[in-house]
């Protein structure tokens, strides 16, 4: 019998974690498909391949061509349209799919969260004149350059190439961090008083919320879109027990 073949659409610290753990299995061989989008990513076990399939059909034409026998869309909850081209490809293709889509942030007591749906709404969520902190990528921030009379402190992991769309911003390029206290440090030192990003979910960026928390500091949170349809797993762990 021949190897199966796994296909990854990645670029979350959960894909990566789940191409560790299948990494080994016997008969089993492994791809993970990332976008390109960031400089120097993380290490990933098994293949790599990257860059855009040329939508839906690309999508498709690969699996065929490749022999997938499983898609695994273990992208962002955010990333909604290579999401949506994955389930067209797998029903074209005929290749079983599963998502691995991590829950969203919930918020606790304490917490204080403005909910809405778009960047747009955030924007125009925040109060005059307040110094507010975007946990966002730079394709993110051209609805704030409505609101010249804030100032904003814009964290990216990558620096970008350009000047930022904002009037008036401080750029941290570093990776989210991973304890709240680090977090609260620096909402202290740029003295925030709003916090805007979007409901991801996960651990890897979440100690900001616990800062902010701990500060009683305002959120404001852009609800996820729609999920993509079909068999969901929370987790690495139970997605990689139920594909055996
Ligand atoms: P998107 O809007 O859903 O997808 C745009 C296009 O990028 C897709 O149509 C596809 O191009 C290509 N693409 C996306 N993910 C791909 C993958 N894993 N492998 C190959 N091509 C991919 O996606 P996005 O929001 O720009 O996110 C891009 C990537 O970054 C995703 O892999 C996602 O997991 C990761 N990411 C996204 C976010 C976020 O906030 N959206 C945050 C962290 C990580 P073609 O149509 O040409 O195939």
């Known amino acids: 019998m021949r190897d199966r073949t796994i296909l990854i659409l990645g670029g979350t610290r959960e894909a990566a974690r789940l191409a560790e753990r299948l990494v080994g299995r016997p008969a089993t061989r492994l791809v993970t498909s990332l976008a390109g989008r960031t400089e120097n990513p993380a290490s990933i076990a098994g293949e790599v391949r990257t860059g855009g399939f040329g939508g839906a059909g690309g999508l498709a034409d690969f699996l065929?061509?490749?022999?997938i026998d499983l898609l695994v869309d273990a992208t962002h909850p955010f990333a909604s349209r290579i999401s949506a081209n994955a389930e067209m490809a797998a029903k074209a293709a005929q290749v079983h799919r599963v998502v691995l889509l991590r829950p969203d942030w919930r918020p606790q007591e304490g917490d204080r969260w403005r909910m809405v749906d778009t960047l747009e709404e955030a924007a125009r969520a925040l109060?005059?004149?307040?110094?507010?902190?975007?946990?966002?990528?730079?394709?993110?921030?051209?609805?704030?350059a409505a609101r010249p009379d804030c100032h904003f402190v814009v964290r990216m992991i990558d620096a970008p190439a350009d000047r930022l769309p904002l009037a008036a911003y401080d750029l941290v390029v570093a990776r989210p961090g991973s304890?709240?206290?680090?977090?609260?440090?620096?909402?202290?030192?740029?003295?925030?008083?709003?916090?805007?990003?979007r409901n991801s979910g996960g651990n890897g960026a979440r100690a900001k919320l616990d800062a902010a928390r701990a500060l009683g500091l305002d959120v404001v949170m852009v609800r996820r879109p729609e999920p993509p349809a079909g068999e969901t797993f929370p987790t690495v762990e139970t997605l990689a027990d139920a594909i055996g």
Not at 64 to 67: I, N
Not at 179 to 196: M, N, Q, T
Request: hydrophobic share 40%.
């Open 127 to 144: 109060p005059g004149a307040t110094r507010a902190f975007l946990a966002l990528g730079s394709q993110h921030l051209a609805p704030f």
């Open 64 to 67: 065929v061509a490749k022999g």
């Open 179 to 197: 304890e709240p206290e680090e977090e609260s440090r620096l909402f202290e030192y740029h003295r925030i008083g709003h916090v805007v990003c």
